[in-house]
Nanobody, 124 residues
Framework: QVQLVESGGGLVQAGGSLRLSCTAS????????MGWFRQAPGKEREFVSG????????AYADSAKGRFTISRDNAKNTVDLQMNSLKPEDTAVYYC?????????????????WGQGTQVSVSS
């Protein structure tokens, strides 16, 4: 299995930006679909964005469309999530996920490798 480590979380004011990074080890992610999920206190873990193994397909939750951008660098074994125009409701722990597949899952059980998460807090 691939090991995933997230970084880049922090505290930011509403309207600000953060860039999350996910670094993979153990396997090359070039044949993996990659996703970002988030979980706020007392809520279910929800899909935020995903990118296919080639980078040719991306998907976003409605809450992320127009504000977040996912990208990947297979040579560096990394996946990033650029988050702009952040809102207090974006506050959550953000998780990177992976699955060796040619499809692009947009649901939690479509992924089988997970990072430990990074906290994003947006103040109003």
């Amino acid at each position: 299995q691939v090991q995933l480590v997230e970084s880049g979380g922090g505290l930011v004011q509403a309207g600000g930006s953060l860039r999350l990074s996910c670094t993979a080890s153990g396997r090359t992610i070039s044949s993996y679909a990659m996703g970002w999920f988030r979980q706020a206190p007392g809520k279910e873990r929800e899909f935020v964005s995903g990118i296919s193994w080639s980078g040719g397909s991306t998907a976003y939750a409605d809450s992320a469309k127009g504000r977040f951008t996912i990208s990947r660098d297979n040579a560096k074994n990394t996946v990033d999530l650029q988050m702009n125009s952040l809102k207090p409701e974006d506050t959550a722990v953000y998780y990177c996920a992976a699955r060796r597949t040619t499809i692009l899952p947009t649901f939690r059980f479509g992924y089988d490798s997970w990072g430990q998460g990074t906290q994003v807090s947006v103040s109003s």
